[in-house]
């Protein structure tokens, strides 16, 4: 169903230079081409921009509090910084929603499959799934820093390629057209977990098995390895989340443990760190999962 956006603007002072938020008038329908592109995000990057993540989402995107500005700086000085800066606002705002920034040394670039561009000191920073757009006025709340955990896990690749994926779940932001749909058939597995948990504890991520990538490696799988458990390092996948085990029991005939406990629509919920055989005691249970889906 289209939706037509009012336009405005929001500009912040910034160390340096200033942030514009700019929502143009634009008509789009659901289930863009977004969560089908730029699915290159390294672990080690998020680890590493954590701390400037993590007090982002302590402000509004448009909050003009000197902590805020400097956290914005912090993560936007260096291209590992910007990368997941435009991760981040790729995940919280919608497509026709874009934040540009200067910043100062900015190499003029336009990475491929990227949704940012830098030229002349100035980045521009371009919205897309929409999933926490609250977050333009108003701090980060717990369910929305489970859905940005869960979409910056899932565009996460071990192999530093852009694999088109499909990303599905209750949130309204990853509503699927019929085309997507039919094109990305194999469920590859579910992520979720907490980015932003407490700087002194490990990150929260985890990733559980699905039903296409439990039955081989084929088609889009075959460069997508973070649903995966890595045999080196057993209880984790290839890009380092905690691995869960598989999404759902798919041999009924033999009952075996698993990580979610409801599925309806191609997407899993309740999901938890380790798997179970249907019951769980003294187990988190996330709310805020994110089922990927490639072409065969």
């Not at 995107?61 to 606002?89: F, K, N």
């Not at 057993?234 to 409801?262: L, M, V």
Request: hydrophobic share 35%; glycine share 10%.
């Amino acid at each position: 169903m289209a939706a037509l956006r009012a336009a405005s603007a929001i500009a912040i002072a910034l160390v340096g230079g200033c942030i514009s938020l700019d929502e143009g008038s634009t008509t789009q329908e659901a289930g863009t081409h977004n969560r089908l592109a730029t699915n290159r995000l390294a672990t080690n990057r998020l680890a590493t921009n954590r701390l400037a993540t993590n007090r982002l989402a302590t402000n509004a995107l448009d909050s003009t509090r000197l902590t805020a500005l400097a956290e914005t700086a912090q993560i936007l000085e260096t291209p590992e910084g910007r990368d997941v800066y435009s991760y981040v606002i790729s995940c919280a705002l919608a497509e026709n929603v874009t934040i540009s920034a200067v910043v100062p040394g900015a190499a003029d670039t336009s990475p491929p499959d990227s949704n940012y561009t830098c030229l002349s000191g100035t980045c521009t920073f371009q919205g897309g799934l929409g999933l926490t757009p609250r977050w333009a006025t108003h701090r980060l709340d717990n369910d929305g820093k489970g859905w940005m955990s869960a979409c910056l896990f899932a565009r996460v690749n071990a192999n530093d390629t852009s694999e088109a994926i499909s990303l599905r779940g209750t949130n309204a932001g990853l509503a699927v057209s019929t085309d997507e749909a039919e094109i990305y058939t194999v469920e590859e597995g579910a992520f979720y977990g907490n980015l932003f948990n407490d700087l002194s504890e490990p990150i929260d991520w985890n990733a559980c098995r699905g039903q296409g990538q439990a039955s081989g490696e084929f088609g889009g799988l075959v460069l997508r390895d973070c649903a995966e458990e890595d045999p080196a390092t057993p209880g984790f996948t290839y890009c380092g989340f905690r691995y869960a085990g598989d999404c759902a029991d798919f041999t009924p005939q033999f009952p075996s443990a698993y990580a979610c406990s409801s599925y309806e629509g191609g997407v899993y919920g309740d999901c938890h760190g380790s798997p179970a055989l249907g019951k769980w005691r003294h187990e988190t249970r996330y709310r805020e999962v994110i089922t990927s889906y490639v072409s065969p």
